[in-house]
């Protein structure tokens, strides 16, 4: 191999390689907030290019600057792969000196990122993710999860579906770590509320056809069909049920929905359905005023996610101008000593373990004739407190809490 | 209540049927791919997403043009089968003369274009159809209620898929089709446009994926992923079949969907993976695969 | 001492000085954990060509055995790596053992089948973690003495290990062994009548490649301190193709090319689509930025259309068209 090739081969990667340290922007007068999320895949639609319109809002809201500093926010899209969102986070540690990061969707990926922030000493908003292992086992005292989790989403809907009569389960279960969490944390909420569980089945994940699933759990003639899984699988799931007529004989209930989801299916398919979500564009004229401002940029209602990526960042800024700091161990005291009452979140507050805990709801879908239009789609059945859904620090795996 | 291993007839009867209709997909797959691998020895990786663009297809007909299921059913088919003709005499065509492998590269390659195309301007949520009209509802047979529309799923790709067998088993197009697989030097000698037969054929085996994505439509939410999900089950498939067998694909296809209905019922977890495990049985005891000729 | 051997210590010398000169080590180490991977993978294609649509398999699993080694079982990063390399050859026995019953196009695809397989296994296994993948996984201290946390310690050591694993894949092609497998690349039904046992020499070659792409994953998952499921997808396997694809089959250096420019795509895709935005006002580059799998796959088509022998090759081809002119004139 000639040498001129080689060495051709090594100016070409010199270049590139200095090119991009010289590229790093390393000032520590501004404020940067960090934000890696899915932009183009599974769960764009959730948070992606909306989330981060979203963060945007919250800066200008917060008036650009904070004390003669300008707030600047830098995105980055995950793919959906751990290993690219913890490049980035550690690229942006180290060469960029970002002050705080933020996690979008995808569990595993925001598992990674805190562990990276917790190496760091840097605040991490955990928004988009479901993982409750973030405040559990895996828990810093950096970490801040801020919008939901799979154990509220489990208790929510499972506790308030029993209550109301739902006594006999079913389980349809993606067969991965996630979907046998929220398998686990809705059967023992349950189980602990007097229902029974019938049986479950495990699909493999990405399933295209539920429909041999859905023949097992109809003849398991259990009342309620708990679907254990998220994104297209659900849908996938949702559509089939309706086809067989599963909704004749039993009631379904999701256990991890989006707006987009119930979007993207129709009201036609989806009436009925029982879930807990964390906040909904129609509950009140604050939260209407911020979903028609998002609307008419990102030309969606948003989502629950969203709406938590404002208010965490809104949050994050007030913590910095309150404590004139942006060291990351003074802004978590800050947050966790303040009262957390915005258009998103209502009685929340931010725990010793990293979890923010707020007011969850109970949603119906409606009927398509009870809904006057696009994005009209829920009816609230509950408020639920956050103490009732949460993991409770007597049951925290987070070595953070002393018992 | 009769029984069979545990599960009561019934419900295994209604697995099996169900089985039926999933296999009915991997027989069409799997036949548009053997068609094209047989004549242009090209493993078409594009073949999933080339459903996907028939899936598309139809939901954009009736969004944008309000054109109905039963239009599109036929028009999908042609227009996928339009841009095969393109993707062919731009850009597979250069490839013959080298390894065929270039080909499975290049169709990867497209791939991913047209997934990463379609998730930009789409998103990945998927797109609703619904179910038309004349096919809604369900009919009980006793041991299951069977939506309408999978049956007529099974009964259309076992039409096409008969059709296809006997065009290329039995007919004179079919024997000049499989002349020039066997020696195109020959065949064109005879004064066949062996070149134009290559395009055309791959249009038909894209056009068959076509077909078959506008069948899914209403049973699976429209997504640029729905093909990548799919595309290595069917590569499997075709390796158990054994390539260049046209009745081979359509009977491991069908086949392979029972057994994975199958599996289903009595061991879900690994209802992703039984067709790999067959494959890999077969290749031990059978390279060529089940209907396959070493050549 | 020939000019070849000059270009490599040059070029050893370079990586060794590449965190003093300011380079991001962890950007640095990604590219070299990908240059081995796509250098391993070289090695079955280019080599031997055999075109393996499974070798994320490889990469996947040395990544998660040796994660789960060091996590769980407490091993320490030296033998936490040997474990990983030793269970990706395992499985390079079974996989290859099956997939060369067939050749060409079928051994793709079986490549591919299988790998598939083993991706769903790791998607349902407890101890990789699933979806969330294995993370956390200690760094720990080298042979009892270097404490590997060091980014720069860490930096030294994978540099370390892709110079041996270059090392290795250099003196397997430039050797009896490697010139066997160029006969069979170049005409398998010669290389069977002149009596070598080509089914033996194809495994033994694609067990050296599963190794060494098993060492890439090892090295990977210790920078990254974790192992995740789109180590062992398919669309890695297609992008370690890209890699080999790019920097040009059947070079010792074009692989480690390749993957420095499919990395530094992945990186900057994102900053490029802004820019362009900004030139030409055109919204559509926004959204391109934002999907690395087009411009992926487009550079797919174009390579195998018309740069199939990847940059060094092209470059040597260059080379010796300038040199059988001026040896003319």
Redesign the interface.
């Known amino acids: 191999m000639k040498l001129r090739t080689l060495s051709a081969s090594l100016m070409l990667a010199g270049f590139g390689l200095v090119s991009q340290s010289a590229l790093a922007n390393i000032s520590d007068d501004v404020i940067r907030i960090g934000f890696i999320t899915d932009m183009a895949s599974v769960y764009s639609d959730i948070d992606g290019p909306g989330g981060i319109e979203a963060a945007r809002m919250a800066i200008a809201d917060a008036g650009g600057e904070i004390n003669g500093k300008k707030i600047e926010l830098i995105f980055a899209d995950h793919q959906n792969k751990a290993d690219v969102a913890a490049a980035k986070a550690r690229e942006w540690f180290d060469q960029q000196k970002i002050d705080m990061l933020m996690g979008g969707t995808n569990s595993g990926v925001n598992l990674a990122l805190a562990g990276i922030a917790a190496e760091k000493k840097k605040v991490f908003m955990a928004v988009g993710a479901a993982a409750s292992d973030l405040t559990g086992a895996q828990c810093s005292p950096y970490t801040a999860h801020w919008a939901y989790d799979t154990v509220a989403l489990a208790r929510g809907t499972g506790s308030a579906i029993v209550k109301a009569g739902g006594k006999s389960w079913y389980f349809l279960t993606a067969d991965y770590a996630f979907g046998h969490a929220l398998e686990r944390d809705t059967a023992n909420v349950v189980k602990a509320a007097g229902g029974e569980i019938k049986g479950q089945v495990r699909a493999p994940l990405n399933s295209s056809d539920f429909s041999s699933f859905l023949l097992q759990a109809q003849s398991s003639g259990a009342q309620i069909l708990g679907l254990a899984n998220a994104g297209g699988d659900t849908i996938n799931s949702i559509k089939a049920a309706n086809e067989f007529g599963i909704g004749k004989t039993m009631k379904m209930a999701g256990l991890l929905i989006f707006i987009n989801d119930i979007h993207s299916l129709g009201l036609n398919v989806t009436q009925g359905m029982q879930f807990t979500d964390g906040w909904y564009w129609d509950q009140n004229d604050e939260t209407r005023a911020w979903a028609a401002k998002f609307e008419a940029k990102i030309k969606r209602k948003p989502s629950m996610v969203q709406a938590g990526d404002y208010s965490a960042v809104s949050y994050y800024l007030q913590a910095v101008k309150a404590t004139g700091s942006d060291d990351a161990d003074t802004v978590m005291k800050w947050l966790k000593s303040t009262k957390i009452n915005d258009m998103f979140a209502k009685n929340g507050y931010l725990r010793e373990d990293g979890r923010m805990v707020h007011d969850m709801f109970l949603m119906e879908v409606k009927k398509p004739s009870e809904s006057k239009g696009p994005w009209d789609y829920y009816k609230q059945l509950a408020v639920l407190p956050g103490e009732t859904v949460y993991t409770t620090l007597a049951e925290s795996t987070c070595k953070l809490i002393k018992k | 209540m009769i029984t069979i291993f545990g599960i009561p007839l019934q419900a295994f009867l209604g697995q099996l049927l169900l089985g039926l209709v999933n296999g009915s997909f991997y027989a069409i797959l799997s036949l548009g791919l053997a068609v094209i691998f047989g004549l242009l020895n090209v493993i078409n990786f594009a073949h999933g997403a080339l459903y996907m663009f028939g899936a598309f297809l139809a939901w954009m007909g009736m969004s944008y043009f309000g054109l109905n299921y039963w239009v599109m059913l036929a028009l999908a088919p042609v227009l996928v089968g339009l841009f095969g003709i393109v993707i062919e005499k731009c850009l597979l065509k250069h490839l013959y003369k080298l390894d065929h492998l270039y080909g499975l590269l290049l169709t990867f390659g497209i791939t991913l274009l047209m997934e990463g195309l379609f998730r930009s301007f789409y998103g990945v949520s998927g797109q609703p159809y619904s179910t038309p009209e004349a096919l809604r509802g369900a009919t009980n047979l006793g041991f299951m209620v069977l939506p309408n529309y999978r049956a007529w799923v099974v009964v259309a790709s076992v039409v096409v898929c008969f059709a296809t067998w006997y065009v290329i088993e039995r007919t004179r197009l079919g024997a000049l089709l499989r002349a020039g697989t066997e020696n195109p030097r020959l065949v064109e000698a005879f004064g066949v446009n062996v070149p134009l037969m290559i395009t055309l054929t791959y249009a038909f085996g894209v056009a068959l994926a076509g077909f078959a994505g506008v069948l899914a439509a209403p049973i699976l939410q429209i997504s640029p992923l729905m093909g990548s999900n799919l595309i290595v089950v069917v590569f499997a498939v075709v390796v158990i079949g054994g390539m260049g067998s046209i009745l081979g694909a359509i009977v491991t296809g069908l086949g392979l969907g029972i057994i994975e209905g199958l599996t289903k019922v009595f061991w879900p977890e690994a209802s992703s993976t039984v067709v790999f495990i067959i494959m890999a049985i077969v290749l031990l005891v059978r390279p060529a695969g089940l209907f396959g000729k070493e050549k | 001492m020939n ?2 051997a ?3 210590i ?2 050893a010398v ?1 990586l060794a000085a ?1 965190p003093m ?4 080590p ?3 180490m ?1 590219i070299m954990c990908y240059a081995l991977f796509a250098c391993a993978f070289n090695l079955l294609l280019g080599f031997t060509g055999l ?1 393996s ?1 499974g070798h994320a398999a490889f990469l996947g699993s040395a990544a998660y055995a040796s994660g789960h080694a060091i996590k769980a079982w407490g091993f320490s990063p030296e033998l936490g790596i040997l474990y990983g390399v030793a269970i990706a050859g395992v499985l390079g026995v079974i996989m290859g053992a ?1 997939a060369i ?2 050749s ?3 051994f ?3 490549t ?3 790998s ?2 083993v991706y ?2 790791f ?2 296994a407890k101890f990789t ?5 294995l ?2 996984v200690p760094r720990g201290v080298l042979f009892g003495l270097i404490d590997l946390k060091n980014d720069l310690n860490l930096y030294y050591l994978v540099m370390a290990l892709f110079v041996l694993g270059y090392f290795i894949i250099w003196r397997t092609v430039h050797s009896p062994f490697g010139q066997v497998l160029k006969a069979i690349r170049e005409n398998e039904p010669r290389a069977i009548s002149l009596g070598y046992d080509v089914e033996r020499f194809k495994l033994l070659a694609f067990v050296l490649s599963a190794l060494l792409a098993g060492l890439a994953g090892s090295t ?1 998952m210790l920078i ?3 192992a ?4 062992a997808t ?1 669309q890695m396997s ?1 992008l370690v ?1 890209l890699m080999t ?1 790019i920097g040009g089959l059947g ?3 074009g692989p ?2 390749g993957a ?1 420019i499919v990395v ?1 795509l ?2 900057k895709v ?1 900053d490029f689509g802004a820019a362009m935005t900004k030139l030409t006002g055109v919204e559509w580059f926004q ?2 930025g ?12 174009i ?3 018309a740069f ?1 022998r990847g ?2 090759g092209e ?2 081809a260059w ?1 010796e068209k300038r040199k059988g002119l001026s040896t003319q004139a």
């Open positions: 000019r070849q000059l270009g490599y040059l070029f370079f590449i000169l300011g380079i991001y962890i950007f640095a990604k075109l649509f099956l019953r067939r060409g196009i079928y793709a695809m079986i591919m089948a299988l598939q397989m769903f296994y998607l349902q973690g699933g979806e969330d993948g993370q956390g990977k990254f301190v974790s995740t499921l789109s180590d398919w297609g193709i694809l070079t010792l250096v480690v090319l420095f530094m992945e990186n994102g959204r391109l934002e999907s690395v799998t087009i411009v992926i796959g487009l550079i797919f088509v390579c195998v259309l199939r940059v060094v470059v040597n080379l």
